[in-house]
T-cell receptor
Framework: KNEVEQSPQNLTAQEGEFITINCSYSVGISALHWLQQHPGGGIVSLFMLSSGKKKHGRLIATINIQEKHSSLHITASHPRDSAVYICAVVSQGRINQFYFGTGTSLTVIP | NAGVTQTPKFQVLKTGQSMTLQCAQDMNHEYMSWYRQDPGMGLRLIHYSVGAGITDQGEVPNGYNVSRSTTEDFPLRLLSAAPSQTSVYFC?????????????FGPGTRLTVL
């Protein structure tokens, strides 16, 4: 079983396109994180959400707690956005024990 | 700040050998954890620690030991390496155990067990 499902698994876009990555989860959560894994392997945190919407530059993350769904949007995509984007949830009642999706591999073509 | 550092970056072991993956952070974070990343699977928690002297098992602890003698260091020991432990290992830290804390990841260690 996988508590976190992401779609699509792979995504190729032209530079400038608007991109959406989806994350659905099956457990009650206290928080949801979006992470970015660079081609070299390093992982950085992009957002933490417990409700609503957050924006950072060209990245926007939303969460709908009732529907157990989150989306990550990238506006005006650029080749440097090429990476694997990972959704992670923290299940209610557990101390900071994350459950991770398998990631969405994004390639942005110039 | 160096953030979270891991050594080595790459390691090849033979079945049955033991080794220690090192992890250190200089951000005075209380919470540290070890994950493994395998193709087609999400990161999975091996062990975690909420502070010096306190460790606990995660989702996949078998074959691994940890200790936390200082706030800064959280080594992961493979007792008797098996091919199933071939993976990329990430150490992470955060300010506390709250689910709202940002996690900082090390660069990873790519381990191959022959």
């Amino acid at each position: 079983k996988n508590e976190v499902e992401q779609s699509p698994q792979n995504l190729t876009a032209q530079e400038g396109e608007f991109i959406t990555i989806n994350c659905s989860y099956s457990v009650g959560i206290s928080a949801l994180h979006w992470l970015q894994q660079h081609p070299g392997g390093g992982i950085v945190s992009l957002f933490m959400l417990s409700s609503g919407k957050k924006k950072h530059g060209r990245l926007i993350a939303t969460i709908n707690i009732q529907e157990k769904h989150s989306s990550l949007h990238i506006t005006a995509s650029h080749p440097r956005d090429s990476a694997v984007y990972i959704c992670a949830v923290v299940s209610q009642g557990r101390i900071n024990q994350f459950y991770f999706g398998t990631g969405t591999s994004l390639t942005v073509i110039p | 700040n160096a953030g979270v550092t891991q050594t080595p970056k790459f390691q090849v072991l033979k079945t049955g050998q033991s080794m220690t993956l090192q992890c250190a952070q200089d951000m005075n974070h209380e919470y540290m954890s070890w994950y493994r990343q395998d193709p087609g699977m999400g990161l999975r928690l091996i062990h975690y620690s909420v502070g010096a002297g306190i460790t606990d098992q995660g989702e996949v602890p078998n074959g691994y030991n940890v200790s936390r003698s200082t706030t800064e260091d959280f080594p992961l020991r493979l007792l008797s390496a098996a091919p199933s432990q071939t993976s990329v290992y990430f150490c992470a830290s955060s300010l506390g155990a709250s689910s709202y804390n940002e996690q900082f990841f090390g660069p990873g260690t790519r381990l191959t067990v022959l």
